[in-house]
């Protein structure tokens, strides 16, 4: 038998941080999975944390014999754990990964010290061998597959392994938060945990990377790996607790292993291609415009030829335009310009779109393998207006350019977690390497936006 859980890992919940009552529906069900961890004998722990070492492009497998950890950061040294590392079963994992075309190994580590959310399900589910893995930026279809890699590895070897999860829910779930609210919080957390009181895992892999993103979550991804490993096999789930005491969801739940089945792994990527024809055939003209520009661009290094039938307004008209890239939820590139540039929006978009994929320096340029996973929206701003007063400013509505000398920063409107014209000023100021304490100007704007 195969044993998971999903578990949150807020420090509190350990006696030396916040005492012996936080969050108890979270410790009770702590305590059962410990239990139930314990009776199933394992050899190893195996870890997914979000808060070990993380690459958007390498999956990191913590290298070594040992490592150890404490909760000082907490003020809360005396805390501590130390742990070994199946490094056999760890080189194994990346090497079946890389097979798979899965980039995986122990490449990269900055820090050999254990984190937190690796420590607080030590502090629960005790354990002197474990396996340590992070996250990545990749899709949640690669995630998943590395979770089969896993389960590979542990049998090859004859490992009889405990699979950890790791991983709090939305952490945007109360005004008076530290992450303040968001209404994606709530609809992520009771969508996971449906998935997991049903047994579903090809519904699980169908979330909307976008609201998982707005909801400031950090556990699905773990999730998911967990879902790779049982993957083919037949499986109870179950939910032991959920509750959000300081506007952060904690979701602790089981799973079983109780036979074979076929794998969903097909399944889950026909959805997947199904899910992203359905967003071409919903793109408009300027969506369009802009996908067929990027393709063309990293396929042959040369802009799109501009469609001969295009919309009046986006030939003959002139604005600045935004164009944003995202990947699984996430930015991938977003470069635009605020007054027009070319002849027409459609060549606007032209420009911008090239720009957005290859020059935004937060991010490398778009590669060839990434161009099917990529979500673009198109923003054609107003002409900028100047502001006396604040009350005329609307963080949904407007967006905003602060200004000091030749120092300018701009913010585009209705931005996920962006809720205050206060946080858009201040967002927009350090953007333009501006300090609240000088002098600057503030104009608005409004876009039409095309996604």
Do not use: W
Not at 281 to 306: H, T, W
């Amino acid at each position: 038998m195969l044993y998971g859980c999903l578990v949150p890992h807020p420090p509190l919940i350990i006696e030396e941080v916040g005492g012996p009552d936080e969050i108890p529906a979270t410790r009770a069900a702590y305590k059962k999975i410990a239990l139930e961890a314990k009776q199933a004998s394992p050899d190893v722990l195996v870890i997914f944390s979000p808060h070990s070492i993380i690459y958007s492009d390498y999956l990191h497998i913590s290298p070594g014999r040992q490592a150890h950890g404490n909760f000082g950061l907490y003020n809360a040294p005396q805390a501590k754990y130390s742990v070994g590392y199946d490094s056999e079963l760890a080189a194994l994992i990346g090497e079946i990964a890389e097979e798979n075309g899965i980039r995986a190994g122990f490449l990269g580590e900055v820090d050999k010290a254990l984190d937190h959310a690796s420590m607080v399900p030590l502090h629960f589910i005790k354990h002197d061998k474990i396996v340590r893995i992070g996250l990545s930026g990749f899709s949640l279809i690669d995630h998943y597959r590395f979770g089969m890699c896993v389960r590979l590895a542990i049998e090859k070897l004859g490992r009889n392994a405990v699979i950890v999860a790791s991983g709090d829910m939305s952490h945007k779930l109360s005004e008076t938060g530290s992450y303040g609210l968001a209404p994606e919080g709530a609809l992520h957390d009771r969508y996971v945990m449906e998935c997991l009181q049903e047994g579903d895992f090809k519904k699980l892999m169908a979330i909307d990377p976008a609201v998982a993103n707005a909801a400031a979550e950090c556990g699905l991804r773990s999730l998911v790996m967990l879902a790779g490993v049982f993957d083919g096999l037949d499986f109870e789930s179950e939910v032991y607790s959920y509750e959000a005491p300081y506007g952060v969801g904690y979701l602790t739940a089981s799973i079983r292993s109780v036979g074979m089945r076929d794998s969903l792994l097909a399944d889950i990527v026909s959805d997947y291609e199904s899910r992203l024809e359905a967003t071409r055939s919903s793109e408009d003209a300027y969506v369009r415009l802009a996908r067929m520009n990027v393709e063309n661009f990293v396929l042959y290094g040369e802009p799109a030829v501009l469609p001969e039938r295009l919309p009046p307004e986006m030939a003959e008209e002139q604005a600045g335009v935004f164009v944003s890239i995202y990947k699984n939820g996430e930015l991938r590139g977003c470069i635009g310009t605020i007054y027009p540039t070319c002849p027409s929006i459609a060549e606007e978009i032209i420009q911008n779109s090239i720009s957005s994929c290859s020059k935004d320096s937060r991010f490398d340029p778009v590669e060839h393998s990434e161009l099917d996973e990529l979500v673009y929206s198109v923003d054609v701003l107003s002409t900028p207006e100047p502001v006396s007063e604040m009350s005329v400013l609307n963080a949904k509505k407007y967006g905003i350019i602060v200004s000091s000398g030749s120092r300018r920063g701009l913010l585009l409107p209705n931005l996920s977690g962006v809720d205050t014209v206060k946080e858009q000023i201040s967002i927009a100021l350090r953007k333009g390497g501006i300090s609240q304490s000088e002098p600057y100007l503030i104009e608005r704007f409004e876009v039409v936006r095309h996604s």
